[in-house]
């Protein structure tokens, strides 16, 4: 039986929450009126929640359709585990999407009564929904927070507008929020209105009859109904013409399309997921986007920050890539001088952009070390330049596109700029004379 000492002297006694990091393992302590107590930060990576979001959750919070009384009668996992210590599959709110994980259970007794102490593990027997989309990668507050907004709108009906700027992840958001509400069993379908004419557009959203247009040899049905019961996810709305934005507007309103060519409306169940890189007030100002639409959109804005806002996530990003690439587990975990690159650059093309980096370096890596020069940042004239620091003792020549990358990488901090490209500040000042780059 496990022993708990609950007497407060904060001279000697470490507080409840230094007491469960010392389990390796994702753990969580309820008390004896099943409210949760602690839970170290491996239990808070392993269900994406925050303290604040579990302190005091009841277990009929946390155990998610396992039936019973959990104020202590039937088929509570807290009473009916007891010290069993067995496996017990059951559903968690997590931040991950809903996921079946193996909680062992254990009951003890401190000075202030019962507790039951609980160590999570995923469920082997228990797939995910979507391997890709059932979760996001990041623990920074800004990613945090981004998750709990997503969760609280996941389960509802309304539409939800994806903010922010180009290759932050706004795909990969709408995915999330697709596989954290109750339409996770139906489609997600996406439409990227940037790379579709105005013609094609409404062609792919509501379908069309045979015979419609020239080359309309039969039926096809449109993206709105190939999302019933799902999601559908309208990729860079703002780019949709004004006369579409009329016709969208319709169908949020009255759950109901019409395919080109036909006459029949026809009932649709889907929910819109809309996400632009564009200030859409200020297109709704210059009369380049509809009003009404606007508003239509935006009962839920979620912002997507930048990845230079959120640098602690950088190299989970990085290895999480290295692990798609071909090959990039072998450079896992990633050295402390590449770690160090990467966290110093601003990323202007976002998630994108260090995805790109990485699959870039995986293969030049090949089957050897993956080194700082490897890493290469995007030049203003296109060109990726590598910025790794020469070894020591090798006398450094500058070209304009490297003192150009090395700026870009450090956001223009001059003295960073020079440690990356091996030369002392004042040399530094002679390039930017020299190629008259102004900072």
Same mark, same amino acid.
Do not use: W
């Given at each position: 039986?496990?022993?708990?000492?609950?007497r407060?002297?904060?001279?000697a006694?470490?507080?409840?929450?230094?007491?469960?990091?010392?389990?390796p393992?994702?753990?969580?302590i309820f008390d004896?009126?099943?409210?949760?107590l602690?839970?170290?930060?491996?239990?808070?990576?392993?269900l994406?929640?925050?303290?604040e979001?579990?302190?005091?959750?009841g277990?009929?919070?946390?155990?998610?359709?396992?039936?019973g009384d959990?104020?202590?009668?039937?088929?509570?996992?807290?009473?009916?585990?007891?010290?069993?210590m067995?496996?017990?599959p059951v559903?968690?709110?997590g +931040? #991950?999407?809903?996921r079946r %994980?193996? &909680?062992?259970?254990?009951r003890?007794? !401190? /000075?202030?009564?019962?507790?039951?102490? $609980?160590?999570?593990h995923?469920d082997p027997?228990?797939?995910p929904?979507?391997?890709?989309?059932?979760?996001?990668?990041?623990q920074s507050l800004?990613?945090?927070?981004?998750?709990?907004?997503?969760?609280?709108?996941?389960?509802?009906?309304?539409?939800?507008l994806?903010l922010g700027e180009?290759?932050?992840?706004?795909?990969?958001v709408?995915?999330y929020l697709?596989?954290?509400? +109750? #339409?996770a069993?139906g489609p %997600?379908? &996406?439409v990227?209105?940037?790379t579709? !004419? /105005?013609?094609?557009?409404?062609?792919e $959203?509501?379908?069309?009859e045979?015979?419609?247009?020239?080359?309309a040899?039969?039926?096809?049905?449109?993206?709105?109904?190939?999302?019933q019961?799902?999601?559908?996810?309208?990729d860079?709305?703002g780019?949709?013409?004004?006369?579409?934005?009329?016709?969208l507007?319709?169908?949020?309103e009255?759950s109901?399309?019409?395919?080109v060519?036909?006459t029949?409306?026809?009932?649709?169940?889907a929910?819109?997921?809309?996400?632009?890189?564009?200030?859409?007030?200020?297109?709704?100002?210059?009369?380049?986007?509809?009003e009404?639409?606007?508003?239509?959109l935006?009962?839920?804005?979620?912002?997507?920050?930048?990845?230079?806002?959120?640098?602690?996530?950088?190299?989970?990003l990085?290895?999480?890539?290295l692990?798609?690439?071909?090959?990039g587990?072998?450079?896992?975990?990633l050295?402390?001088?590449?770690a160090?690159?990467?966290?110093?650059y601003?990323?202007?093309?976002?998630?994108?952009?260090?995805?790109?980096?990485?699959?870039?370096?995986?293969?030049?890596?090949g089957?050897?070390?993956?080194?700082?020069e490897?890493?290469?940042f995007?030049?203003?004239?296109?060109e990726?330049?590598s910025?790794?620091?020469?070894?020591?003792?090798?006398r450094?020549v500058?070209?304009?596109?490297?003192?150009?990358?090395?700026l870009?990488?450090?956001g223009?901090?001059?003295a960073?700029?020079?440690?990356?490209?091996?030369?002392?500040e004042r040399?530094?000042?002679?390039?930017?004379?020299?190629?008259?780059?102004?900072?």
């Amino acid at each position: 039986m496990l022993t708990l000492n609950n007497r407060p002297n904060p001279a000697a006694a470490p507080t409840l929450d230094q007491v469960v990091e010392l389990i390796p393992d994702a753990f969580v302590i309820f008390d004896g009126d099943h409210r949760l107590l602690a839970a170290n930060a491996a239990a808070l990576r392993c269900l994406s929640l925050s303290r604040e979001d579990l302190r005091g959750m009841g277990c009929h919070e946390f155990f998610q359709g396992v039936p019973g009384d959990c104020a202590g009668e039937g088929g509570c996992p807290l009473v009916t585990a007891g010290s069993a210590m067995e496996p017990l599959p059951v559903q968690i709110p997590g +931040g #991950r999407g809903r996921r079946r %994980l193996s &909680v062992r259970i254990s009951r003890g007794r !401190g /000075e202030h009564g019962d507790f039951f102490g $609980l160590l999570l593990h995923p469920d082997p027997e228990a797939a995910p929904a979507s391997p890709e989309g059932a979760r996001l990668v990041g623990q920074s507050l800004p990613m945090l927070e981004l998750m709990r907004m997503v969760e609280r709108v996941a389960p509802t009906s309304a539409t939800v507008l994806l903010l922010g700027e180009s290759g932050v992840g706004k795909e990969r958001v709408a995915d999330y929020l697709h596989h954290c509400s +109750g #339409r996770a069993q139906g489609p %997600l379908v &996406v439409v990227d209105c940037s790379t579709l !004419g /105005e013609q094609i557009i409404e062609a792919e $959203l509501f379908g069309y009859e045979k015979g419609a247009f020239t080359g309309a040899d039969r039926r096809k049905v449109g993206l709105f109904e190939a999302a019933q019961g799902g999601t559908l996810f309208i990729d860079e709305v703002g780019e949709l013409p004004l006369s579409m934005q009329s016709k969208l507007l319709r169908v949020l309103e009255t759950s109901r399309i019409r395919r080109v060519g036909g006459t029949d409306y026809i009932p649709v169940d889907a929910r819109v997921v809309a996400a632009t890189h564009r200030d859409l007030a200020a297109m709704v100002a210059r009369g380049g986007f509809r009003e009404d639409l606007y508003y239509r959109l935006s009962a839920f804005p979620v912002f997507i920050p930048p990845l230079r806002e959120r640098r602690e996530d950088v190299i989970a990003l990085a290895e999480h890539f290295l692990r798609q690439a071909d090959g990039g587990a072998l450079h896992l975990p990633l050295s402390v001088p590449v770690a160090d690159l990467l966290v110093s650059y601003h990323y202007p093309g976002n998630v994108r952009e260090l995805k790109n980096i990485m699959t870039r370096a995986a293969i030049l890596a090949g089957t050897g070390p993956l080194l700082p020069e490897h890493i290469a940042f995007q030049s203003q004239a296109g060109e990726a330049v590598s910025v790794a620091s020469p070894r020591r003792g090798s006398r450094s020549v500058c070209t304009e596109a490297g003192v150009r990358a090395a700026l870009a990488a450090t956001g223009g901090h001059r003295a960073e700029a020079a440690r990356h490209l091996g030369v002392s500040e004042r040399t530094l000042y002679r390039y930017l004379e020299k190629f008259q780059i102004r900072v």
